[in-house]
């Protein structure tokens, strides 16, 4: 548990970490980052984030007049035009034709199309537990990626690539201020928290579904 005179991005990253570790430990991203998957099992993570972000992505649009949310979506953070880079290289020209959900990005699309479109801090957790992540522990990841794929800089990645929007670690700051100022009260600050460890439960099982579907 955070300490409680912590701010509350200090609280969220502190009641959240167990979910984070859980995720990041799953056999698929070891074995991804460590090379013993092929490329096709990128190109198929790839594609799941294609369809979590869309559905993120056109949620975040239905939310755009909410005050609560302003500052976080005036972060130009969207990943969809980048993802889709990356996926007419690993794919194909024709990616959209040739990738589907798995069944855990269903259930994690289905709850950012339900749950999250109806909450304001239910879509905060989601919000942060995919951008901040890929703005921080996504650079590594990125980085790896090329170093055991063969990668060219930019080519296949260009998903974890936020030059455009600024160095990483001042975005990432500039994210945690946002959380610290935003006006929620105890309440709402503990349906955030929840609602993030929901998020990563997505993602693990997102990653579970992806270890059998490589097996497979």
Do not use: K
Not at 25 to 50: I, T
């Amino acid at each position: 548990m955070a300490d409680p005179t912590s701010s509350f991005a200090e609280r969220l990253r502190a009641e959240t970490a167990g979910h984070h570790r859980q995720a990041e430990s799953e056999p698929f991203v070891r074995d991804l980052l460590a090379g013993r998957l092929p490329l096709s099992a990128y190109a198929l993570l790839a594609s799941q984030h294609w369809f979590v972000y869309e559905a993120l992505e056109r949620v975040a649009d239905e939310h755009g007049r909410d005050a609560l949310l302003a500052p976080f979506l005036a972060l130009p953070l969207g990943r969809l035009p980048r993802l889709q880079d990356d996926l007419a290289h690993l794919v194909g020209p024709d990616w959209d034709g040739r990738i589907a959900p798995l069944p855990a990005t269903c259930s994690y699309v289905e709850r950012i199309e339900t749950v999250a479109a109806r909450s304001a801090t239910a879509f905060l957790a989601h919000h942060y537990t995919r951008y901040l992540g890929d703005l921080a522990g996504g650079q590594a990841v990125a980085a790896s990626l090329r170093r055991t794929y063969w990668l060219p800089d930019e080519v296949g990645t260009a998903f974890y690539d936020f030059a455009a929007v600024g160095a990483p670690p001042v975005v990432r700051a500039r994210y945690r201020d946002h959380l610290d100022a935003a006006p929620l009260d105890e309440a709402a600050r503990t349906a955030v928290v929840t609602e993030a460890g929901v998020a990563f439960g997505c993602n693990t099982a997102m990653f579970a579904d992806l270890a059998a579907a490589t097996r497979a």
